[in-house]
Nanobody, 127 residues
Framework: QVQLVESGGGSVQAGGSLRLSCKVS??????????MAWFRQSLGNEREGVAG????????SYADSVKGRFIISRDDDENKVYLQMNNLKPEDTAMYFC??????????????????WGQGTQVTVSS
């Protein structure tokens, strides 16, 4: 059974940094290459893609709102994906979710492209 567990969320002041982690279990990248992504959802808004990373060479994609501030990376030995968030802004406040897909390669930021989801971790940025 596939399971994704996020961690690393918290409260931080504007300009600060956080590093989110997502531990994947139930399949391993060495036998089942998968693409991963981070999404976020704030109160009253739709879930939006933040960053994605492909299997293999790890091509990445980012939402315009986080380019230059967020970095997605993966550690396939540990079966983990990370989201380093720098220069955080109040508008980054949201529940952050990691998602995985065993199908496809492009690190797209469409929720429908991902079949497995974590429960989320809250990020709150105060001004």
């Amino acid at each position: 059974q596939v399971q994704l567990v996020e961690s690393g969320g918290g409260s931080v002041q504007a300009g600060g940094s956080l590093r989110l982690s997502c531990k994947v279990s139930g399949f391993h990248h060495s036998t089942n290459p998968y693409r991963m992504a981070w999404f976020r959802q704030s109160l009253g808004n739709e879930r939006e893609g933040v960053a994605g990373i492909s299997p293999g060479v790890g091509a990445t994609s980012y939402a315009d709102s986080v380019k230059g501030r967020f970095i997605i990376s993966r550690d396939d030995d540990e079966n983990k994906v990370y989201l380093q968030m720098n220069n955080l802004k109040p508008e980054d406040t949201a529940m952050y979710f990691c998602a995985a897909s065993l199908f496809g390669w492009d690190p797209v930021l469409s929720p429908g492209a991902y079949s497995d989801w974590g429960q989320g971790t809250q990020v709150t940025v105060s001004s």
